[in-house]
Nanobody, 128 residues
Framework: QVQLVESGGGLVQAGGSLRLSCVAS????????MGWFRQAPGKEREFVAT????????YYADSVKGRFTISRDNAKNMVYLQMNSLKPEDTAVYYC?????????????????????WGQGTQVTVSS
């Protein structure tokens, strides 16, 4: 069992930056692929970024590529999402997710159904 807790959300002006953090419980964290997803009001949850167990493979949604960076520190059971050049359309609740799927662990996965564990979410609001 893995428990995930996100932090770092808040209100920021367009063009600003935020760094989201997600701490995971459980001794097998380093074997899990991690992902960040987001859900805006009235919209479905969407993929943002994913990272393999080693950190050697990352993948981003086109909408955030070049602006967001996902990283992890297995020694601290942490995964991060650095968000730069934020836009009002980035406003959403951001969720951290973990999956033990062997393929995902090696390469990362963008499909939410692959993820078994989810955090409670953290609100990010970008004002124009």
């Amino acid at each position: 069992q893995v428990q995930l807790v996100e932090s770092g959300g808040g209100l920021v002006q367009a063009g600003g930056s935020l760094r989201l953090s997600c701490v995971a419980s459980g001794r097998t964290f380093s074997r899990y692929a991690m992902g960040w997803f987001r859900q805006a009001p009235g919209k479905e949850r969407e993929f943002v970024a994913t990272i393999s167990w080693s950190g050697g493979s990352t993948y981003y949604a086109d909408s955030v590529k070049g602006r967001f960076t996902i990283s992890r520190d297995n020694a601290k059971n942490m995964v991060y999402l650095q968000m730069n050049s934020l836009k009002p359309e980035d406003t959403a609740v951001y969720y951290c997710a973990a999956t033990p799927d062997s393929y995902c662990s090696e390469y990362g996965c963008s499909t939410s159904s692959k993820y078994d564990y989810w955090g409670q979410g953290t609100q990010v609001t970008v004002s124009s």
